[in-house]
C-alpha cells in the first residue's frame, strides 16, 4: 500500500534551515484535503516514524506536527523526544482550561509550542494565558494584511514569542516579513513541500484492541500480546522499526518478538498502539489488495512453520528466531524495497540479517529449507537437503499445521 508525507522546510533569518513541517498528502499530486483532522494527523505520525523513519524526513531537525484538540487530549504529543517535534496547535482547537493546562505540562517537560494562525480578535482571557506557554506564532501570509500582522507582533511586543512567516510566495513578502520582526520563514519562495513516498503493510484493526485490553489487565500476559503481534506482520514490522529509534535503541539484537516487547516496554507499544487506532479507525480491517493478501498468508505460513520445527529440535530459542526468519523473508515484495535497505532499520540479530541478505548461514540454510518443503508440499518436488532428522510426512504435518494457522489468522482479521 502507497503511503506519502509532504515535508516543507523552515528557515531563519539567515536562511538556514531550522525545522521542517510534515503535512499530511494521500497521493503524489495536490491531495491534501482530509475530512477527519485526527486521523490526518496520525497518518503522518505513523508513516513519518513507523514507515519512512524520521531520520529520513527531518534530517535531525525537529518536526512541526498539527495537533488536534483530540490528539492533545489523548497527551500523543508526549509520546515523542521533545527535541524531536514541535507541537503546532491548530487555529479549530478550543482553549480552555483543560487545554491549557496539557500546554503547561507540555512546556514544563522541554516541548516547543506553535500556535497556527491566531488573530488578536480571537483572543480571549484563555489565549492570552496561553501565551505564557507559546514559543512560536504562525501568520499565513495569504489570508493577512501587512497592517493586522504589525497589530499582532505589537501585542505580542515584550513577550519571549518568535513569528514564523507562512506561505511567503514572492521576494517582496519576504523582504516585508524581516523588516516587521519575522524569525522563521516557510513558503513556495522557498521551497514547495516535498513528497515522500513509501509503502505500509496492511494492518488490521481488532488487533489493537487485543492489545489494549491485555496490557490494561493487571498482570499483562506477554505471551498473549506477543501471539497477536506475531499474527500481524504490520504490527511486528513496525514494533522492530520503532526499536530502532535511537531512543530506544537496544543494546543487543532483537531475535524475537517477545524480546522486542521487553525492550520497548508495554506502556511505549500502549501509546503507539493508541496512534495507530485512531489512524484505523475509518478504515476498518485489512485495507490490502488480494497480491498483498497472499503474501501476507505465505509469509505467516512460513514463520509458523519455522517455530514449529524450532521447537522439534528441541530449542525455544530457535523457535522465536526462525519464526521471524519465515515471517520477515518477504518484507522486500511487501514493501517494494530492497531487503538490505529495510534490514538497515530493523534491530535483527546478525544472523537473521545476512540469511535474509542471502549470505549462507546456518539460519540462511533454515530459510532454504522452509522454501523447500512449500516446494514438496505443494508440487512434490523432493527435498534436496534436510538439516534435521525429520522424516517428510512429520514435515508435511507440521506445514499443513502452519497453513491452517496461517488461514485461522486471516479469516479471524477479516471479520
Not at 497472499?294 to 517455530?307: A, C, Y
Request: with cysteine; charged share 25%.
Amino acid at each position: 500500500m502507497d503511503i506519502y508525507v509532504a515535508r516543507q522546510p523552515i528557515f531563519d533569518i539567515n536562511e538556514n534551515t531550522v525545522a521542517y513541517e510534515l503535512l499530511y498528502r494521500s497521493s503524489t499530486v495536490n491531495n491534501y484535503q482530509h475530512t477527519n483532522g485526527d486521523q490526518a494527523t496520525t497518518d503522518v505520525i505513523v508513516n513519518s516514524f513507523l514507515n519512512i523513519g524520521i531520520k529520513e524526513l527531518s534530517n535531525g531537525k525537529p518536526c512541526f506536527i498539527n495537533f488536534t484538540e483530540k490528539l492533545l487530549k489523548l497527551g500523543v504529543p508526549s509520546y515523542f523526544n521533545p527535541l524531536s517535534i514541535v507541537v503546532e496547535i491548530l487555529e479549530t482547537v478550543e482553549i480552555n482550561e483543560e487545554i491549557l493546562a496539557i500546554c503547561k505540562e507540555l512546556k514544563a517537560h522541554g516541548y516547543t509550542i506553535a500556535l497556527d494562525d491566531f488573530f488578536v480578535s480571537q483572543w480571549n482571557d484563555a489565549t492570552i494565558e496561553l501565551l505564557s506557554y507559546v514559543d512560536i506564532i504562525k501568520i499565513d501570509f495569504r489570508t493577512t494584511n501587512r497592517s493586522d500582522r504589525q497589530e499582532m507582533i505589537r501585542f505580542i511586543k515584550g513577550r519571549d514569542i518568535k513569528f514564523l512567516a507562512e506561505k511567503v510566495e514572492t521576494i517582496s513578502e519576504y523582504h516585508e516579513a524581516k523588516e516587521d520582526g519575522f524569525e522563521y520563514f516557510q513558503g513556495f519562495y522557498f521551497s514547495k513541500p516535498v513528497i515522500l513516498n513509501s509503502y505500509d503493510i496492511p494492518s488490521y484493526y481488532h488487533s489493537y484492541f487485543q492489545i489494549l485490553k491485555e496490557i490494561e489487565c493487571p498482570e499483562p500476559d506477554l505471551e498473549k500480546i506477543k501471539d497477536v503481534i506475531e499474527k500481524d506482520i504490520s504490527l511486528s514490522y513496525k514494533l522492530l522499526k520503532l526499536i530502532n529509534n535511537p531512543v530506544f535503541r537496544p543494546r543487543n539484537e532483537v531475535s524475537s518478538i517477545k524480546q522486542a516487547i521487553i525492550l520497548l516496554g508495554l506502556n511505549e507499544i500502549k501509546k503507539w498502539i493508541y496512534v495507530l487506532a485512531i489512524r484505523g479507525a475509518d478504515k476498518g480491517g485489512a485495507d490490502g489488495g488480494s497480491k498483498e493478501r497472499e503474501i501476507i498468508e505465505l509469509s505467516l505460513k512460513r514463520g509458523k512453520l519455522g517455530e514449529l520445527i524450532g521447537r522439534k529440535v528441541g530449542r525455544e530459542v530457535l523457535s522465536s528466531k526462525y519464526f521471524l526468519l519465515g515471517m520477515f523473508s518477504l518484507m522486500d515484495s511487501l514493501l517494494h524495497h530492497p531487503m538490505e535497505e529495510l534490514l538497515e532499520d530493523l534491530p535483527l540479530s546478525n544472523e537473521l540479517k545476512d540469511a535474509l541478505s542471502g549470505e549462507k548461514n546456518d539460519e540462511y540454510m533454515m530459510l532454504q529449507f522452509l522454501k523447500e518443503i512449500e516446494l514438496a508440499f505443494h508440487e512434490g518436488a523432493e527435498l534436496k537437503f534436510n538439516p534435521t532428522s525429520m522424516h517428510l510426512e512429520e514435515l508435511f504435518r507440521l506445514y499443513a499445521e502452519a497453513s491452517d494457522w496461517a488461514t485461522k489468522v486471516l479469516s479471524e482479521v477479516s471479520v
